[in-house]
């Protein structure tokens, strides 16, 4: 006998719980079940016109849920297509199975057709909105007409209608839906006529047949939402109506429009340049069609990260949605149509270069990063572009052309922390370059492969501070003892005192510190703010780095303060021998030289600064020492 307790048996499917699924896990919402109905009605006019080239072009009518007022009786929403049909068979075996395609059993050849949907859940997702649909539809196989009913507690039922029946009706489907009875869309909003309009507008407006809505208060007369997709067809566009287009997408008028073409994989359209910088490491959500039927606004994949300074719409074919047909997937053809997007923006920038390098200039005025971005690793597009690069020095900010004419040299500080602390003392004939913005270090290293005869240095503030000019021998036992002296002072803050010659005169103080002493500095407040065992870990690290470096002095671990023998209130300083107001004075410098430096204040920094600005206040209103101390 044969053992039937290992025969296979199908999966139970409980409807409702599959519906609760769409609608809460892979729909974004209820609204989409008008476009699961567009997908499917354009699929059916495709169907037909791929078996029948004579076929009508195709056209959808959709005709809103009318509540019943006073003794007027409603009437349901209707969806209409002049496609391929259904028989009896494929109405049974399509409708009722979760999944199934009406165009074709293979999954490849699904998405690599002419179609956007899946029959079977498309049709499942009216469920959202419907306790019963209705399906009439008549095959253009031939065959009699049938009715297909199904029902949220997961029936249904069929039958063939009679050759009257048949005959009066036109070829393709019906879908006929009636307003949930209960839950939060028992009033029908979303098949009343204002929410379908704008349904339909949204999703289907350039679809490439008739899309019509019927007006309740002019049924001969229904409204064609179609237009001409002008962000898909630029060689038929005037240039001012493209970035009219652009301007009603971005709300602003676009700074240039770029066509996309990617032949690949079926995708075109627009690039709208954006008018004004985005938000800091914003990344701009382009807006796809599927065969002219809306997938999504929030692609937020399909460019380039660096590209973020474009929004773009396209409409393509040879894309793959995911199951909610709200993403795209993740495969070779979409990492192919990205760099094409982005060979695409690159060509647009080289041709400013050009032709247009005044227009190249406002551009990077507006999205400097985001050509920055690109010009970080791409020789062609660096070359066109870099002169006009804007870049921050001790002179101010001009382009690296301008910064050239002055100097065949590029001397640039790799932080914007070293840069802060050396810009004011060097040599205005010898300007440093601010390296510590995003790309800007790497596309200055780049400058000598880009630009003929072009020198680039690093600058370090050790450096820069062993160049500023020691004092004359005949200072030096007053400086050397002014630097012991203040050096004393500053001990409780680490913090050595160094005095060198430097212009400007009136600029007493400057405060200076290598990388490698700001990060231990770092650490020293993080292990301040801790809680107990963080603390000790930061404490930990501080032992293990100073293990690490055992030839290090003390001198190479603590920041400087480097007086300038220069200013007469050094100088005045130096001679000073009320020792509260000298310990007060080199306080106060110190703090003002931490702040100049865009430094922030530690605990005891904020101590010392409350301290010595209440004893000085004290001086100057008559107390004495022993008063203050």
């Known amino acids: 006998m044969p053992d039937h307790s290992r025969a296979p048996l199908p999966f139970q499917v409980d409807l409702r719980g599959v519906v609760d699924l769409l609608s809460r896990h892979i729909y974004s919402g209820p609204r989409v079940y008008l476009r699961e109905l567009l997908q499917n009605g354009r699929d059916a006019v495709a169907a037909r016109r791929a078996e029948d080239p004579t076929a009508p072009p195709g056209r959808l009518l959709i005709t809103p849920h009318v509540p019943p007022s006073g003794s007027e009786a409603g009437s349901p929403f209707r969806f209409r297509d002049d496609g391929v049909g259904l ?37 499942l997702s009216c469920f959202m909105v419907a306790d019963t649909i209705t399906v009439r539809s008549r095959s253009a196989r031939g065959g009699p007409a049938i009715e297909w009913i199904g029902d949220a507690d997961g029936t249904f039922t069929i039958r063939e209608l009679d050759d009257a029946t048949t005959a009066a009706m036109p070829i393709g489907s019906e879908v006929v839906l009636d307003p949930r009875i209960d839950g939060p869309l028992h009033d029908g909003s979303l098949l009343g006529h204002g929410t379908v309009l704008g349904l339909a507008t949204t999703f289907g407006r350039f679809l490439d047949l008739d899309v019509e809505v019927v007006d309740p208060s002019a049924p001969d007369h229904p409204v064609r939402i179609n237009v001409d997709p002008v962000f898909r067809t630029a060689e038929a566009t005037t240039r001012e109506a493209l970035l009219a287009f652009g301007e009603d997408l971005l709300g602003t008028r676009p700074f240039d429009a770029i066509e996309i073409v990617v032949p690949g994989t079926g995708t075109r359209g627009t690039a709208f340049v954006l008018p004004s910088p985005p938000p800091p490491g914003a990344r701009q959500a382009s807006r796809v069609y599927l065969g002219g039927m809306l997938l999504s606004e929030q692609i937020d994949d399909l460019l380039p990260e660096w590209a973020f300074f474009v929004r773009c719409i396209v409409d393509t074919t040879g894309l793959r949605p995911t199951a909610s047909r709200e993403q795209l997937v993740q495969d070779d053809a979409l990492e192919f149509t990205r760099e094409a997007i982005g060979s695409a923006l690159r060509r647009w920038i080289l041709d400013l270069a050009r032709q247009r390098p005044h227009r190249l200039q406002e551009f990077i005025g507006v999205h400097q990063l985001g050509i920055k971005a690109i010009a970080a690793h791409d020789d062609d597009l660096a070359s066109a572009v870099v002169r006009w690069l804007p870049i921050e020095t001790s002179a101010g900010t001009m382009t690296i052309d301008e910064h050239l004419s002055q100097t065949g040299v590029i001397r640039y500080t790799a932080s914007r922390d070293e840069f802060r602390q050396i810009a004011a003392v060097v040599d205005p004939a010898s300007p440093i370059v601010n390296g510590g913005y995003v790309y800007d270090q790497e596309i200055l290293e780049r400058l000598p492969h880009l630009i003929d005869g072009v020198r680039v240095e690093r ?31 500053l001990a409780e803050v680490e913090c050595r005192v160094s005095v060198r010659r430097y212009r400007p005169d009136d600029l007493a103080a400057l405060y200076v510190a290598d990388p490698s002493v700001l990060r231990r500095l770092e650490r020293h407040r993080a292990a301040s703010v801790a809680p107990g065992i963080w603390s000790q870990v930061v404490g930990a690290v501080d032992s293990f780095l100073a293990e690490a470096s055992p030839g290090g002095t003390e001198a190479d671990t603590a920041a400087r303060l480097c007086l300038n023998w220069n200013a007469a209130l050094v100088r005045r300083l130096a001679t000073l021998d009320d020792d509260l107001v000298f310990e007060r004075s080199i306080q106060l410098l110190y703090v003002q030289a931490l702040l100049a430096g865009h430094r922030p204040l530690e605990a005891r920094d904020r101590r010392m600064l409350d301290a010595a600005m209440t004893d000085l206040i004290g001086l100057s209103v008559g107390l004495d020492d022993k008063e203050l101390r």
Do not use: M, W
């Open 87 to 123: 028989t009896r068979d494929e109405a049974a075996e399509l409708l009722a199975t979760v999944g199934r395609s009406s165009k074709r059993g293979d999954l490849d050849e699904l998405q690599r057709g002419d179609y956007l949907g899946r029959f079977g859940i498309g049709l």
């Open 459 to 489: 600058v370090t503030v050790a450096d820069e501070l062993d160049n500023l000019e020691p004092p004359h021998l005949d200072d030096l036992a007053a400086t050397t003892a002014l630097e012991d002296r203040a050096s004393r002072v």
